[in-house]
């Protein structure tokens, strides 16, 4: 496709909302004597703040302001945004995430959580990511180790609240919503470092279901994040943050923002903001808790340096003793010795944190039509490049010695295979033996992914008619992902200059570790480099709404209702070099092309009526259209109850329909390495080596697979419950409790390869065996699992004291899961993932995460503890005397000072007593030894942060 939208495909419905979503604006532009109201924005409340209470006692502050609640909690929404894909209520009234009602204050009947953008800078946070650790709801994250086999990401960074998957966590700026990510099936979610976050005011994060108001895919929550509005002046920063263990890591950050024009006095207002962020890399060597190897993490490979070779039973190593580096006999492991050896790859290419650079740019403009409309135009930019680094390539039995040649085993160089290795005497000289080798002399793998957003904003708002508000815009949005191979990736079978080539031809030596100058540069003519995948999404959406009171039907108050409508076209198209991916077997890819589009047309309404002065209903529905999988209604009601001053009560129900994302349908096949630990279900069934298996090719290890797209899948539906309170007992303290229920059907995922194993009968034509039996790879598509349900409750207490020696602050915010049970298949058993690593979904659920900060503030000076907490859990493969993964539990700290002349100096530490990660066996995701989805193997880290504000 050319990137230009032909609007002679969309249809006569989404043509004529589009008309009439305008008429409005045509009628309001004449308007110039009804209400006339400004912006009226106010500073947000402080972090972490509930905004669903109306009560009149404060909410605790943050250390840096101590603001009383009565003016925060309406603040904390002032600059959100909510519609069907987005509307933002302005001109007096105020919205909150989740609703698309314009009211005079914040209180809902959601549970809606406020962070401050400012507090969090002052504890060392510079980047979107970063923020996920502060949400306790969130699962799971895509930490700075997070870079090997299938979880590389090209740098991209995921939110998912619930465990529910990133792809059903709504991720929305200024409440509209953001392009997909665009690199293989990372494709159902949003980059997070595509929001430049030096320009964010503050974030709300609704954690309940609202399908039924933003769309399909916010089923698990909505992140709201608030750019700066109507600022004059502006400000510069500077951080450094440097780690206190050696290996390097080192990172920086560098921002400036700048912002003209008084929108209520002048009419108008421009903005923006400009950032550029580096990190250096961690490798893994520098951290003894991975390297050396942990003689109870078995994430080893059979590809080795010197080679493996294999032929039928046999699987031998022509170098007794594997002493070459990285080399384990696999007697290491307690296994029969067969002369074989294993590879600890890790400590061959591995990184505890990635190098990367990320310039970014965003501005705003707006402009006062007249009293009663405003027009603003936002632009959007960021390019995140990031360099992943992976152990050197491995064959896999792809590359086979010829009988004849100058190397086969017991041709003269290279010993025939012992007694030991062919203890049956089946060696057949006359046959081919393939190899399990390793690049080893070429070095690791590095590769480049370069994540590149923009996105236009064109916004109208005002107001009609007595009091009708409008708020209608057209959004553009693009994402793209290439991904390029920089060194290590090695051709091993086309052409003259392959590794296969020069094996034949007698000019590499595999099964020697110490290589001639002219071999080694054999490796390096052999290696392949350029850019191998290039994907971009694009969506391009309008969307409009209009709302406005209804009457006072029960005497208590004005019902009012909103109306709106989205129409969304997206596409898809991802190339893969099919030259380079041929040259590259490692990469897993192959010359395939997707150019896939579809339409999706969304009308909305919602209705909230006041039914007796403490009791309050809201109600929403959406109706969906999709151009390839059907249509859907949502409906969603929610009530809010306040018996007493000090106690507001709320719940909700909701059901959402989450359609198969254009990657899950089309997403062509490319292997991948599969999580360690497994055994071919027939060469090695149960761990035991059958006849014709081999204990280090078919046992203990990892085999390709093939995953890719399904498009016979069927949409995930939902259905969601919370209930909950918000007390304030005493004037400065505030607790929040949230009970929260989620059962998904039809959920959609890649089965694990443990289960696939389990599972599927051996004669599956998803195996793909070579010749002699052994497993080349198996496929995995995308497929409806089955059901997931879990339930669990969240909790936040606040408070703040002042004093005649400032003003003490606390925050608790934690989530208790109950239950996390779900399907691989259908009617199938169910599996426990709460507190237990899952071998099924190969994730964690924790039982209890919390974040707790301290604070003190005292005129220009404030001082801040944070604690963060993640409970234990039972390890993945529980390998004798590692049977549970530890809680985790680190600690930060900052102070800050502000001077009269407009510097502020902050100063912090991040994992004050440098905790290790955690330890685990599990070797599907990171480093082997620890979860880099979990914990962070940087250690402690020392920053200083330098602003000045103008």
Known sequence: MDGTFDWTRASKASICAFLLAFAPLT????????????????????????????????????????????????????????????????????????????????????????YSAKELRQQGITSTPQLLQQIAGNDTSSGPGLNTGSQITGGASFADLRGLGANKTLILLNGRRLATNSLEGNGAATDLNTIPFAAIDHVEVLRDGASALYGTDAIGGVINFITKKNLNGGNVDLQYTMPTRSGGGNSSTLSATFGKGDFDKDGWNVMGTISYQRSGEINTNSRDFITPLNPNIQAVSSNTFSSNYNQGSIFANAQPGCNAKGEIPDSYFGDPTS?????????????VQQKYEEPSFFGQASYKINDKNKVSASYLYSRKTTYSISAPAPTSGSIEVQPGTKYYPGNGITPAPTAVQDPDGSFDPTKPVSLYYRTVPAG??????????????????????????????????????????????????????????????????????????AERQILLNAQTTGQIEAGKTRAYVWDGKIDHEIGNWFGAGQSALALGAQYRHETLDVHIDPYLAARSPSSGLSGNKISESRDVEGVFGELNVPILDNLELDAQARYD???????????????????????????????????????????????TYSEGGLNDPVLCPGGKVAAGGSQVRDCNTQFQEAEGGNQNLKPEKSKSWSAGFVLQPIKYVTLTADFWAVELSQQIGVPSGAYIFANTPTDSSIYHRNDDGSLDYFVNRNENLGKLETNGEDVQLDAHLPSDYGTFTFSLQGTYTNKYDFQNVKDGPYYNNVGVYSLQSNTVVFRWKQNITLGWHKGPMSLGVVNHYSSGYQDAYQYPGHYKVHDYVTWDTYGSYAFDNGLQLTVGSNNVFDVD???????????????ARYASGVGRTVYGRLSYSF
């Open 625 to 671: 259209n999709y151009s390839d999988v059907g249509d859907t209604i949502n409906p969603k009601v929610s009530l809010r109850y306040q018996p007493l001053k000090q106690l507001t009560l709320r719940a909700s129900y909701a059901e959402g329909f989450h359609a198969p994302t254009l990657f899950d349908l089309y997403e062509p096949l490319s292997n």
């Open 339 to 351: 002369g074989a050896c294993y590879e600890n790859y890790t400590a061959l290419g591995a990184e």
């Open 444 to 517: 690791p793998r590095v590769n480049k992914g370069v994540n590149e957003n923009h996105r236009v904003v064109l916004d109208f708002t005002g107001r009609f008619l007595n009091g009708f508000h409008y708020d209608t815009a057209f959004s553009y949005n693009q994402s793209s992902s290439d991904y390029d191979e920089v060194r290590g990736e090695i051709n091993q079978t086309e052409g003259p200059n392959s590794l296969q080539a020069q094996i034949n031809d007698g000019n590499y030596n595999p099964f020697d570790t110490n290589l001639s100058d």
């Open 27 to 114: 009628g309001a532009l004449a308007q110039t004597s009804d209400d006339a109201s400004d912006d009226g924005y106010v500073a947000p409340a402080a972090p972490a703040s509930d905004t669903s209470s109306d009560a009149a006692a404060p909410a605790a502050a943050a250390p840096a302001a101590a603001a009383p609640a009565a003016a925060a909690a309406p603040a904390a929404a002032a600059a959100s945004a909510s519609a069907a894909s987005a509307p933002t209520t302005n001109l007096n009234n105020v919205a909150v995430t989740g609703t698309a009602i314009a009211r005079p204050d914040a209180a809902t009947a959601l549970p809606v959580t406020v």
């Open 917 to 931: 990660p955690v330890y685990s066996d599990q070797t599907y995701a990171g480093n082997a030894g620890y979860d």
